[in-house]
């Protein structure tokens, strides 16, 4: 689905027909920059890794069962070398069930660790996210 696009004065980006039935206050504004950066990566994993206390290495702290290495088996050096980090840092919205429909996935603001969950338990995401992409309209 296409959707126009309105320009704001400070230069953010808001879906027309979204302002036009909610207002701005639900649509999160997006630069030029931020809208393109969302497209190729989510930018809350990208270029992230946690270590925990029992120093495993995640792709944030809230993730707990996505560790990708282990800092007492090997060196974080080996970790990276090993690339099992990438997938987490090019992960986007257009890959989580749900988000890849929607037009307004490149303006969201959801914490990746969500996103990972609402693999596992798609009906999450109608508890977070109150818009519907099929119907193009705000559920609440």
């Not at 950066?37 to 990208?46: E, M």
């Amino acid at each position: 689905a296409s959707e126009r696009l309105q320009v704001q004065p400070d230069g953010g980006v808001a879906p027309a027909a979204a302002l036009a039935t909610i207002g701005p206050g639900r649509v999160q504004k997006v630069g030029a920059e931020q809208f393109f950066t969302r497209r190729d990566r989510n930018p809350c994993l990208n270029g992230t890794i946690a270590v925990a206390a029992d120093l495993s290495v995640r792709p944030c702290p809230m993730i707990e069962d996505r560790a990708f290495g282990h800092l007492g088996l090997a060196p974080l050096r080996t970790v990276f070398q090993q690339r099992r980090h990438e997938k987490y840092w090019q992960l986007t919205k257009s890959e989580i069930p749900g988000c890849s429909a929607c037009e307004l996935r490149y303006g969201c603001a959801d914490c990746a660790a969500v996103d990972l969950a609402k693999r596992r338990q798609p009906a999450l995401h109608a508890a977070i996210c109150s818009y519907d992409p099929a119907r193009a309209e705000w559920r609440t």
